[in-house]
């Protein structure tokens, strides 16, 4: 069965076609990758991916959202499109169709991909677990957080919102980051930190902190110049941004009661050497009585080149091929 893998971002909409064999293996084609400004619409950014396609799109899609997708209007968090799911057969000219939540998706793909597809980030160097809960988190230009529990013969995914919980500093320098960030924002969630985009406002809460007057750069400037150690302001941003990772990745793995952990999203491939000789393990344990307990936890970084696309697939299958 061919079917519209389609993983819709705050910057970018991925398209791809996907096949799920007899064996319920799914594989994608090269994806199609379109930014999200420069359409209107869902409904529009479908007709380019057609015209790109050459052919008849198949009429059965996945649709992978970031945002909450309940009921019959989807608001995008971090774009202007707006998605009512209940039209989307008339839309798209679809028969069959799944809509779930993007991070949800990557949780999908993280329980069907092979542990080849994952890397060490810290704990044991061991698989992720074959039963019980394991979260997923993955920061791009927001911060994804869903969970997935393994049981006997299938899993169960649940998307959650926990991107947006508050922020919660560990010592003095997160004080100051929080403290910028207040004067600007009514409530400030984790996500403003543990983002792309939110090694700006680490970037300057670590220049203020130095007395240091810096030029105005954007997050992938700061980036680049962090993880390539071209400058010293810039790569401390980035080890400041690992350490309330794996703060936050921490946390996530006691609210969800999780045995195993999975890193996901682009931004944390591209940054994986970074991750494993930052801070980012220590913090992830440092949680007082139960630093013990979270050594033991796995942490993976997930390295298939499009979970969301993978995942978008693997969830159609459990609803429609199963």
């Known amino acids: 069965m061919d079917l519209v893998a389609l993983d819709i971002g705050g910057t970018n909409a991925r398209f791809a076609v996907a096949t799920i064999g007899g064996n319920g293996e799914i594989a994608l084609d090269e994806p199609i990758t379109l930014p999200t400004s420069d359409y209107v619409s869902l409904q529009t950014a479908w007709q ?14 996945a649709i992978a959202i970031a945002g909450p997708v309940t009921g019959e209007t ?25 809509v779930l939540n993007d991070f949800a998706a990557v949780a999908h793909a993280v329980a069907r991909v092979p542990d080849s597809e994952f890397c060490h980030l810290a704990g044991p160097d061991t698989p992720l677990p074959k039963e019980g809960t394991i979260s997923v988190i993955g920061p791009g230009t927001g911060l994804g957080v869903a969970h997935f529990h393994r049981f006997e013969g299938g899993y169960h995914v649940q998307a959650t919102e926990g991107g ?29 930190i543990v983002s792309g985009p939110g090694i700006v406002d680490i970037y300057h809460s670590l220049a203020a902190l130095e007395r240091k007057s810096v030029a105005e750069l954007d997050d992938r400037t700061i980036w680049q110049q962090g993880v390539g150690n071209e ?18 990745a921490g946390d996530y793995a006691l609210a969800h009661g999780a045995g195993g952990v999975a890193i996901a999203g682009g931004l944390g491939y591209r940054i994986r050497n970074t991750l494993r000789q930052s801070g980012f393990a220590e913090r992830f344990r440092f949680k007082g009585r139960y630093e013990q307990m979270m050594a033991g936890i796995p942490v993976r970084l997930i390295t298939h080149p499009q979970p969301g696309l993978f995942g978008a697939a693997a969830a159609f299958a459990k609803e429609h091929a199963s």
């Open 48 to 61: 380019e991916f057609a015209k790109r396609l050459g052919r008849e799109p198949p009429k059965h899609a």
């Open 74 to 98: 989807v608001r995008m968090t971090n774009n202007s499109w707006t998605i009512r799911t209940h039209a989307l057969d008339e839309q798209l000219g679809l028969e069959t169709f799944t």
């Open 164 to 192: 947006h919980i508050d922020f919660a500093p560990v010592d003095a320098v997160d004080d100051a980051i929080l403290a910028r960030l207040r004067s600007r924002h009514r409530r400030v969630s984790v996500e403003r």
């Open 231 to 248: 400058d010293p302001l810039a790569a401390a941003a980035v080890e400041r941004f690992c350490l309330s990772l794996g703060s936050a």
